[in-house]
């Protein structure tokens, strides 16, 4: 049968219509599809704020309620409160991938939520491929974030562990979080709840290699497992999607009893030379509050309470003091006498008093300050605090005094009379150009101690003398030198609130200790105390090493804290400081904070623990033990102490972190240490206060040195440092006179250690060890009893330690129980 050719022509055309017009729908339903799910997987709507400080510098926002609609990032200087925009374009990829592109023209590209290529503005390109979803950690991109792990969640579920990449210093870096803790909050009247998946972000390294190379970073989710922000919970960096405020430390923030950040940061003098009484000026910036109109540029005349800042680290480098400045505060940062552009000679720990006084009678005397002085600072910015208050000056109000360094001979550069070698980077960071310290970091500076004479170590690390140094090495005994920095002598004058805050590994923590027993001793007032799981570089990690505390070890409100102390004591507000808790503490084992009217806490009673042996303490297997039952007829035990070899301390002296839980089980196997372990322990035991320890012992030399240990042995042999110390035979009475000892005579050594909070967990041991140096950290005791810093000469000594009915050597343990 033939077909109609009329008909057929008008059938082809028709159908020739529709199946195009099927392949176009079929086309637009892809397309349609991949939009459709890329749509959900990146919201475009997740408006979020980066706050630092409860005070917003950033914020992106969605303007146009479409899918894949720009992105406006506004930023704003904390310093000068202007605000800049920028702008991101979200599109999709024809596979369905999503393309960001910043304003200048450069773009990232997710072709999966594990393949990114990076193309810059050039058209460079960078493929980024990776076995976990790739994520960017800045403001904008919480959005792109959010539906990156959406797409990876399908086909790759998570339990309690989540592994991703991101882009660190060119490269891609590997990250892991685990899910940690709820967080419950009424909204609007209706409980909601996110959880916070616990991690560690990389950080470029400073100027001291190692320390704080990784801090804490944190995750919040929804319970739907919708990502809607991140945050630095050290340093109160906080990018959160609107609506989930209340869940970060914006909470704390809100507290309407707290000043608000109404003003514009300004810089107002960038440098200004103040005359001290001998001539001498030192470098000093002052920052005050400004208009709160951003395009005023005039700072206000006040006149405001005023925050001082002295240290010898460059007063550029402060820059978080932005959270006081926007608060109604004005903040003087100056270098110190010899530091930066200050004239003078540096003379760390002796000539801090007469300046701090005299600039804050100079800032008290500045038409912006109304005369209410408050200080600030860490470390050596610490001390200088307690220098500043010697004379009562009536316009310094009160302190917050972090991890202060105490007295020349409290903990650096001695301790009980040692010499604290652990601080030579300290020393050779203010003592030398950053170029001459480059170099000596790439020496061993383990073998710059420990060649003789220790004189010579400056020499010897950087090719020239450094006098405050060679200074410090004349002056081995606490004579007048020394004096002129100890504090307790004016103690009379000094009356006001303070607020310590150090952590169990602190390195200078005996200052702190020094400063909080001299003013509570004294019967001050409103003395607050803050105590954490932390190192130096406080609130800032919640593991140090291989040791790992709880996820709550970071204090997250501490600037909060901080900021309403300065409230309280500078503008009277009446916002109950003083009623707080007189101190927090952090247990750790039981990895809990805790609070207490005194410290150490009422319920302390002091233990003393015995050690015992058959002479054979140095042999771990079958060695020592401690115990209740003091000693009866037992034999002492015997050890070699050859200072060529001397017993180490395990710390790298480069990264100046001096105190850390290392693992000492290697280093007991030695047979230059005694071992005394308890039984294992049938239940929890929680000391918390100052450990010590009393020994009999004898040598067959006129000095020496005796050092204690306590660590806490875990189910699998570790051997975890919590305190230890130090004491020398001739400074055994007094570190204001060396008295050399006479060759085996038996003679008792009281032996201080630390402040410590720590719960040793049933089925853990206790351990006590005992040896005769702390190499890399304390100055090894060369035996021969000649002056420590020309002695060139070695000498092995024979160590006798005592345990019997006569001689019962112990540990004094300040066991923490309900009811003591």
């Known amino acids: 049968m033939m077909l109609d050719t009329k008909k057929r022509a008008n059938i082809y055309p028709k159908n020739l219509i529709f199946r195009k017009l099927r392949l176009w729908l079929a086309a637009c339903c892809l397309i349609m599809l991949a939009n459709m799910a890329w749509a959900q997987i990146f919201p475009a709507e997740k408006n979020c704020t980066r706050y630092q400080f409860g005070i917003w510098v950033e914020k992106a926002a969605y303007p146009e309620k479409h899918p894949f609609s720009s992105i406006s990032l506004i930023k704003r200087d904390p310093y000068s409160w202007k605000e800049s925009s920028r702008a991101w374009k979200l599109s999709s990829t024809k596979e369905g991938g999503l393309i960001v592109v ?65 882009f660190f210093l060119g490269d891609l870096v590997d990250m892991e979080f685990r899910k940690s803790k709820k967080r419950v909050e009424s909204i609007q009247g209706a409980s909601s709840n996110v959880w916070i998946w616990t991690g560690e972000k990389d950080i470029p390294g400073g100027a001291i290699p190692g320390r704080n190379s990784k801090v804490p970073f944190d995750l919040v989710f929804t319970e739907g497992l919708q990502l809607v922000g991140w945050f630095y919970p050290s340093n109160d960096n906080v990018t959160i999607e609107e609506g989930y405020e209340e ?27 103040v005359s001290m009484s001998d001539g001498i000026s030192l470098a000093t910036t002052v920052f005050l509050p400004g208009n709160s109109d951003i395009n005023e540029e005039m700072a206000l005349k006040g006149p405001f309470p005023t925050i001082l800042m002295r240290t010898p680290y460059n007063r550029k480098r402060y820059w978080d003091i932005f959270k006081f400045v926007s608060r109604g505060y004005a903040v003087v940062i100056q270098d110190t006498r010899g530091r930066y552009d200050s004239e003078g000679t540096f003379l760390p720990f002796v000539d801090e008093k007469s300046d701090g006084d005299e600039t804050i009678s100079w800032v ?44 020349g001979h409290v903990d650096s ?119 954490g799981p932390w190192r130096h570089g406080f609130n800032r990690t919640r593991k140090i090493n291989k040791f790992t505390f709880g996820d709550n070890a970071i204090m997250e ?17 009446e916002n109950g400081m003083e009623k707080d808790p007189l ?90 240490t005694l071992v005394y372990t308890s039984e294992l322990l049938k239940e929890d035991l929680e000391i918390s206060g100052d450990v010590s320890a009393v020994i009999y012992a004898s040598t067959d030399c006129r000095d020496t040195d005796w050092l204690v240990r306590l660590t806490d042995v875990f189910p699998d042999g570790q051997s975890i440092r919590l305190v230890d110390g130090l004491v020398k035979a001739r400074f055994r009475k007094s570190v204001e006179k060396e008295e050399l000892i006479t060759p085996g005579k038996i003679y008792e050594y009281r032996v201080p250690m630390t402040w410590t909070s720590h719960k040793f967990l049933k089925g853990h041991r206790l351990r006590v060890s005992i040896a005769s140096a702390s190499a890399g950290y304390l100055v090894v005791n060369t035996n021969t009893g000649n002056p420590v810093a020309t002695d060139t000469e070695y000498k092995t000594a024979h160590q006798t330690i005592y345990h019997d009915e006569k001689y019962p050597s112990y540990i004094i343990l300040p066991v923490y129980k309900e009811g003591n």
């Open 102 to 166: 910043q304003d200048d023209d450069s773009k990232i590209i997710w072709e999966s939520p594990t393949k990114v290529v990076l193309i810059d503005k050039t058209g460079m390109r960078q493929t980024l491929e990776s076995t976990f979803p790739i994520l960017f950690f800045e403001t904008q991109y919480l959005s792109a974030n959010s539906g990156v792990l959406d797409a990876y969640f399908k086909n790759h579920p998570v339990d309690n562990v989540l592994k991703i990449s991101t």
């Open 557 to 573: 409100d501490l600037n909060y804290i901080n900021v309403r102390w300065f409230d309280r004591w500078l503008k009277g507000i």
């Open 364 to 407: 008290a005397k500045q038409s912006w300050c109304d005369g209410n002085i408050g200080m600030i600072g860490a470390s050596y910015g610490g001390m200088v605090q307690w220098h500043a208050a010697y004379k009562g000056n009536p316009y310094l109000k009160c302190l917050i005094s972090q991890n202060p360094g105490g007295p």
């Open 247 to 273: 869940f970060v430390t914006l909470k704390s923030w809100n507290d309407p009893l707290i000043s608000k950040p109404v003003y514009k940061a300004v810089k107002h003098e960038e440098k200004i030379m």
């Open 413 to 531: 550069p001695y301790q009980r009379g040692s010499f604290t070698t652990g601080y030579l980077t300290w020393f050779l960071i203010v003592g030398s150009t950053p170029e001459e310290f480059e170099k000596a970091k790439r020496k061993s500076l383990y073998d710059v101690t420990m060649t003789l004479p220790l004189i010579d170590a400056d020499k010897r690390a950087v090719g020239h003398e450094i006098s405050f140094l060679r200074e410090f090495l004349k002056h081995p005994t606490l004579d007048d030198f020394w004096k002129k920095g100890d504090i307790k002598r004016w103690v009379e004058n000094i009356d006001l609130p303070v607020l310590f805050e150090s952590g169990w590994y602190d390195d200078v923590l005996r200052g702190t200790i020094y400063y909080y027993d001299m003013m509570k001793g004294n019967d001050r007032k409103n003395q607050h105390l803050i105590l």
């Open 583 to 672: 101190v927090q503490y952090y247990t750790m084992g039981e990895n809990r904070w805790k609070t207490a009217d005194t410290w150490p806490p009422k319920n302390v009673k002091k233990e003393e623990w015995y050690f015992h042996s058959k002479g054979m303490a140095n042999k771990p297997q079958d060695g020592g033990w401690i115990g209740l039952v003091s000693p009866h007829k037992e034999k002492p035990d015997h050890y070699i102490y050859d200072p060529r070899n001397p017993t180490p301390y395990l710390c790298d002296v480069r990264y100046n972190e001096l105190n850390p839980p290392e693992d000492y089980q290697e280093v007991e196997r030695r047979q230059d």
